[in-house]
């Protein structure tokens, strides 16, 4: 499954929808294996740009080459597969019928007992999908798109609806498979998911990527650092006076500090007042998302 071909090429990919330009020339290239969070706020582009992979649409400017080809193409070669986040499940078939059906549809397609195990669901293979819970009928669509054994797998929103341990398997089952070369590109509002399991994080704001690289990579663009202490009745604005200090919240018995200097603030609480239990942190990926994707401007210019 491995090649040298990138797996999706965006090269200066724009989109248009009368005065609203959703995507901004964007660039971006995937290779085989890779398992990439493609993340950014409502409005990003995100959704316009994985259309665009699926063929669904094409861009106003700028091309999309997936293995190296059309789009469209790909997905009917069975090469593109997707997971969303509804629709496309019929409620009186069973479990089981449903994936029987659309691996009729798939010349070769893997087995139907295989695709209900790897997605965790053999167990509720004779249940209605109209019965089945939402996280059930999500790893419903999982199996639906494992069935032409494809090698870009595209994900939105994939674990929505699923228990801890639900999402802990899906996510098992993703690396397993990038392991043996199938790549997997994945928007989520889960950041964790993007954290732990991702090998690059991607970020759009204003249909344009801002950040790329690996999780660690994108944390350490978000300046700064953390100071969590248990501290009773702070004095909030005396602590926002130190140097460096950018945001103080109070929850509870307990004072963070956001700074540029949290040497500065550890010792201000330590000789100042009676806070104990301290702890200083680096920015996690949360805090870089707000930092690289916040968007003072107007809403509207983008979708």
Known sequence: MIESTAAVELDGITKTFGP????DGLDLRINPGEVVAFLG?????????IDMLLGLSHPTSG??????????RAVALGRV?????????????????TVELTASLFRPARSVDEVLERAGIADVADRLVGKASGGQQQRLRFAL????????????????GMDVQGRRDFWDAIRTDAARGRTTVFATHYLE???AYADRIVL????????????AEIKSLAAGRTVRATLRAPDVEAITTVPGVDSVDVRGDSVIVHGSDSD??????????????????????????MALTGDPEPEGAHA
């Open 20 to 23: 609203v330009r959703a995507v």
């Open 41 to 49: 706020p409502n409005g990003a582009g995100k959704t316009t740009t």
């Open 63 to 72: 091309t999309v080459k997936v293995f190296g080809g059309d789009a469209r």
């Open 81 to 97: 597969s997707a997971v969303m986040q509804t629709g496309g499940l019929l409620k009186d078939f069973t479990v089981r019928e």
């Open 145 to 160: 798109a494992l069935v032409p054994d494809p090698d870009l797998l595209i994900l939105d929103e994939p674990t929505t």
């Open 193 to 195: 998911e993007a954290d």
């Open 204 to 215: 759009v704001r204003r249909g344009r990527v801002v950040a790329d690289g690996t999780a």
């Open 264 to 289: 500065a603030v550890a010792r201000y609480l330590l000789n100042h007042t009676d806070a104990r239990d301290l702890e200083v942190t680096s920015r996690n990926l949360e805090d870089a998302f």
